[in-house]
């Protein structure tokens, strides 16, 4: 029985339960998350109870939910996660990596990387995707630059990349796979953006029918799942064994299941595969591709098309930076980005986002195109990415928690980093712990006073 069908049986008939949570389902909630939340969502909060599964070790309805999660997906093992990609990211790491395994890194990774460099002790090798200046984002890996560095490095064991961008740029992964399984690396997908893909291919190609080995993906960010569930999946034909990857997972994630969120994980993918749900997907589709084709008729906006995923829609106004873009919508039309850079904006849309939503963006673009907008400074005021070769000294893992103090920026040439510095955007990591400062990284963060190093 699946989780939903339990959860709906168990109702019926519940027990007297002498056990954990102890709002008893409900039956103590404090005042005002009742009056924010209502007591439903503690109605459902279980524990291991008897007929309830072990969420470390599962045999029971997680295990069958998952099972059929897996088939849905065509994996070989597919995880549900209640701590986000973050924690599928980092159980993957843990998972296949051990202390002093090279592993190559795209820059343009989440921060769960870090995390998960510290944790496993591997070393990263880096790889810096393509900066497009015009729109102000990272964009692919370049294969031979990829082929290259595999060829020179022969005991890289995994490459951790981002598909699609946050941006919503779209690697060909089926290249990328074939590439790694050339040299015996084990391809790990962060497609924390991309969960809607597998229920409508033509948005998008999922990265484990390409050839991933691990893919995880958040459902929270577009697939209208409560934050944080997200799944992990590893390929059917992949050496990687599910075993390993959950005790990696089960170092990291709570023993205690939240039901709330496990079943409506069942329900998202159920909903989603279902004729229903993609329905809802095309229907989404429609309404943007709709709203993308009126933007571009619209006087000095320009919309973004490059293989790309067309529920992240990134703008800009010309002769207007995405900053002040970004602040000219949120304060004049309270609308706000999911992100800036210096020369666009993103808005992310996802399975909730209705046509009328989509239609006030419109509305508020047709009324800034028409205005005649005077605050252009676009190139000095804002930054650009970095580009610079990132020169690790020490892995992650081998400095964590060493002793380091805070100087002077301008002191700090040659000094190793003890800080993880992302700047958001463009949200590529500019400096990782143990990396070496350099007088690029001096200048490019001149507005920072101080900076933490080894000491
Ligand atoms: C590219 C990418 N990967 C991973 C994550 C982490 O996802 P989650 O919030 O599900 O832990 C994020 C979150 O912003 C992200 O943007």
Redesign the pocket.
């Known amino acids: 029985m699946s989780i939903i069908n339990f959860i709906e049986n168990y109702r019926k008939n519940p027990r007297t339960l002498f056990t954990t949570p102890s709002h008893g389902q409900g039956d103590f909630v404090f005042p005002k998350s009742l009056k924010l939340l209502g007591s439903k969502i503690f109605q459902s909060d279980y524990s291991e109870y008897d007929g309830f599964d072990n969420f470390l070790n599962p045999t029971g309805i997680i295990k069958i939910t998952q099972d059929k999660a897996a088939e849905i997906y065509n994996a070989k093992s597919t995880l549900f ?1 209640v ?7 980092i159980a993957a790491m843990l998972g296949v990596l051990e202390r002093r395994d090279k592993v190559l890194i795209a820059r343009n ?2 921060k ?1 990387v870090y995390n998960g460099l510290v944790l496993s002790g591997a070393v990263p090798i880096w790889i810096m995707p393509e900066y497009n200046k015009e729109w102000g984002i990272y964009e692919n890996i370049r294969l031979d630059t990829l082929e290259e560095v595999f060829s020179k490095n022969r005991d890289i064991k995994a490459f951790i990349m ?1 598909n699609p ?2 941006e919503g740029v779209m690697s060909d992964i089926y290249r990328i796979s074939d590439i790694c399984k050339k040299y015996g690396v084990i391809l790990i997908v ?1 497609e ?2 991309g969960a809607l893909w597998n229920f409508y291919k033509a948005m998008g190609t999922p990265s484990l029918l390409q050839g991933a080995d691990i893919v ?1 993906q ?1 459902l ?2 577009t697939a209208g799942a409560l ?4 799944l992990l999946h590893i390929n059917r034909e992949s050496s990687v064994n599910p075993k390993r990857i959950k005790e990696a997972l089960n170092l990291i994630t709570t023993t205690s299941p939240s039901y709330p969120l496990l079943l409506n994980i069942e329900e998202c993918i159920n909903y989603l595969g279902s004729n229903k749900g993609k329905r809802k997907i095309y229907e989404l589709l429609k309404n943007v591709s709709r709203l993308l084709r009126t933007l571009r008729t619209i006087p000095n906006i320009q919309v973004y098309s490059y293989n790309n995923d067309i529920t992240k829609i990134l703008i800009k106004l010309v002769n207007v930076s995405g900053f002040e873009f970004s602040d000219i919508l949120f304060y004049k039309h309270n609308i706000e980005c999911e992100l800036a850079n210096s020369q666009s904006v993103l808005l992310l849309t996802g399975i909730g986002t209705t046509n009328s939503k989509l239609k006030k963006l419109e509305k508020a673009l047709f009324e800034i195109s028409s205005e005649n907008i005077k605050i252009i400074n676009k190139n000095n005021s804002q930054k650009q990415g970095l580009v610079v070769e990132p020169r690790v000294r020490y892995a992650p893992s081998a400095i964590w928690g060493k002793p380091s103090k805070e100087i002077e920026l301008k002191y700090a040439l040659a000094r190793v980093s003890m800080e993880l510095i992302t700047d958001y955007p463009p ?1 590529i990591p500019v400096l990782f712990p143990g990396e070496v400062i350099k007088k690029e990284h001096i200048q490019y963060l001149k507005d920072r006073q101080k900076i933490k190093v080894l000491i």
């Open positions: 996660l701590n986000g990609s973050t924690s599928g990211i990774c989440h769960s981002t961008t946050y962060d924390a953006h995880v958040s929270h960010k934050a944080p569930s997200a949200g």
